[in-house]
């Protein structure tokens, strides 16, 4: 079921999976000269915060947090990129160290394309240049967004808010008319949501008695979008 109309899903996802596509063969060379693929396994981290960064990620399939930790290590997740999209190029753009951390969601296959090589296109490019400050703005506008509208929610809303957007994200991985899987822990799950771990599984059990979702383990199925959004209490 398409969220268009009824929720506004483009206020909560990212736009990096258009900077690269359909660039003049020579940039996009300079971007492949010395890309190389790496493996991350479920819970490998990809960067620090407060590293210094060498390259930017792109993300051939599946799911990285994006993620700040205090100094007892709980995480807040502040975004969650999908298959497409590209990470780690914020700290390069402003010459400084990463803002955040990330780690894999699942298993996953990036290309890594050194910092070199992503400035060097970069002075070559307006194109680039010009769609990465779209996307930049956008990004900005997301989490604007994400912070107005979780500080004034309850648990529960927030909660409902979180399955919408994963549902939107794990999407992809599903074949047409096939239920959409959102497969996460709920320890992940409460570190989006901002809350206790406890306080996820007992909204989730209480979501499941309204049949709203089913749940298999660690896995996720929504029964009722509608629902969850009429919960939600967001207002477009």
């Known amino acids: 079921m398409s969220l268009t109309g009824i929720f506004p899903i483009d206020k909560w996802n990212f736009r990096s999976q258009s ?3 359909n660039l003049p063969d020579e940039e996009y060379e300079l971007l492949c000269a010395n890309q190389q693929e790496q493996v991350f396994e479920q819970g490998e981290i990809i960067f620090r915060e407060g590293g210094i960064p060498s390259g930017i990620y792109f993300i051939k399939y599946g ?13 807040q997740i502040i975004y969650v990129a999908n298959t497409g999209e590209i990470i780690g190029y914020h700290a390069i753009l402003g010459d400084d160290r990463y803002p955040d951390s990330a780690a ?11 910092k070199e090589d992503f400035l060097a296109a970069l002075q070559q490019s307006p194109i680039l240049t010009q769609r990465l400050l779209k996307a930049l703005s956008h990004e900005f506008a ?9 500080a004034q929610r309850s648990v529960k809303e927030r909660l409902a808010i979180a399955l919408i957007v994963l549902r939107e994200k794990y999407k992809d991985d599903s074949a047409p008319g096939e239920e959409v899987t959102i497969n996460i822990s709920r320890t992940d799950l409460a570190n989006i949501v901002g809350t206790a771990k406890e306080n ?3 909204f989730l059990k209480e979501f499941k008695e309204q049949q709203l979702i089913h749940t298999a383990g660690r896995k996720i199925h929504i029964i009722d979008i509608k629902k969850l959004i009429e919960i939600s209490n967001y207002v477009s």
Request: with cysteine; charged share 35%; net charge positive.
């Open 19 to 21: 900077i690269f596509l």
């Open 200 to 202: 996820v599984v007992r």
């Open 142 to 150: 997301v989490l604007s967004n994400t912070i107005s509208v979780f």
């Open 104 to 114: 894999a969601l699942e298993d996953c296959l990036l290309k890594f394309v050194p």
């Open 63 to 75: 799911k990285i947090k994006k993620y700040k930790a205090d100094k007892d290590g709980r995480e």
